[in-house]
Structures are given as structure tokens and as C-alpha cells.
């Protein structure tokens, strides 16, 4: 079972992002992690709502980071998609007739996250009491170095500029 917090459809979805290209956008997501197996067992809903100033559009291989790690033999040069394929490149990704949307952070702005345990807020420490051990140390201790995109699916966006009642209100 998983919340329903309202999402866009995917043409609303891909519309927002597809006018957006490579400008600074406010998105808000939705994840629904899986419990450990006896909160899954009692019918624990965890959902994690996160809200990002992002950007579209962008490719990947562009990307100041991408570029200098390749330049200082930190990382390989940059491969193919290791899962799904470009629908729209580089928007959106298909995988097993799903759809996902690429997103870039902005440097400087670290995303919010509120967490929720059968519909009710809760703190962190909390939320990940009801993980698996090794989720929760993910969660409760995560690598230092930020994510470069984060790959959302469609399906779990809850809107952009406009749906920020959720984590500010």
C-alpha cells in the first residue's frame, strides 16, 4: 500500500519539464520506501516527500563535475544509460514501459525532506526506525559527496513552482 499524495499526470509532468531546459525549477517528489518486514507486516506507509531546486535538460556529459573527473582519471567518460533508455533525451527515460525524469540539483541548495509514517509527519530518527538497518544507515549516515542527478519517476512527482503547500505550508 502506498500514500496518496497527489501526483501530475506524466503529460502534465513533461510539459513543466520539457519548457524548463537548463532553468532553475522547484520540483517536489514522492518516494514510498519499504519497511522493514515487520512494520511491512503491520501495514506501515513510509513516504518521504522531497522538494529540490533543480534543473532540466541538461546532459550529463556537461557537466563541470563529469568533465573535471574525467580530465583527473577520477572517473571513466561517460557510458551509455545503465538501465532503460532516452525517450526524450535528456528529459526522459523509459524502463519497463515506466517513465523517469532526469534531474540535476543546483549547487548550493540542499533538497528538504519531510518524512511521513502512515500519513503522519515524523522526524528522521524516527522514519528510519521503521527501515532496515542498512537503509537506515544510508538514510541516518549518507555519502559525503552529493548526488550529480537525481532519476525521479514520473509517476511520484507532485508538481513544480506551484504545489508548495506540502513541505511549506
Not at 56 to 77: C, P, Q, Y
Not at 102 to 113: A, C, E, Q
Request: charged letters at 25%; hydrophobic letters at 35%; glycine letters at 6%.
Amino acid at each position: 500500500m502506498q500514500t496518496t499524495s497527489p501526483s501530475l499526470t506524466a503529460a502534465e509532468i513533461t510539459n513543466k519539464i520539457l519548457t524548463c531546459k537548463g532553468n532553475f525549477v522547484k520540483v517536489y517528489w514522492k518516494s514510498n520506501p519499504s519497511p522493514a518486514a515487520i512494520h511491512k507486516k503491520n501495514g506501515v506507509v513510509l513516504e518521504k516527500v522531497t522538494n529540490a531546486v533543480v534543473r532540466a535538460g541538461i546532459d550529463f556529459s556537461n557537466l563541470t563535475s563529469v568533465k573535471e573527473g574525467i580530465a583527473n582519471n577520477e572517473r571513466g567518460e561517460v557510458q551509455s544509460l545503465p538501465w532503460g533508455e532516452w525517450k526524450h533525451f535528456p528529459y526522459i527515460i523509459t524502463h519497463k514501459e515506466k517513465e523517469y525524469i532526469r534531474l540535476y540539483p543546483s549547487v548550493g541548495n540542499i533538497p528538504k525532506v519531510k518524512y511521513f509514517v502512515n500519513g503522519g509527519e515524523v522526524d528522521k530518527n524516527t522514519f528510519a526506525s521503521y527501515l532496515t538497518p542498512s537503509e537506515a544507515n544510508k538514510l541516518l549516515n549518507p555519502e559525503e559527496k552529493p548526488l550529480e542527478c537525481f532519476t525521479v519517476s514520473a509517476d511520484n512527482i507532485l508538481g513544480t513552482d506551484d504545489y508548495n503547500e506540502l513541505i511549506e505550508g
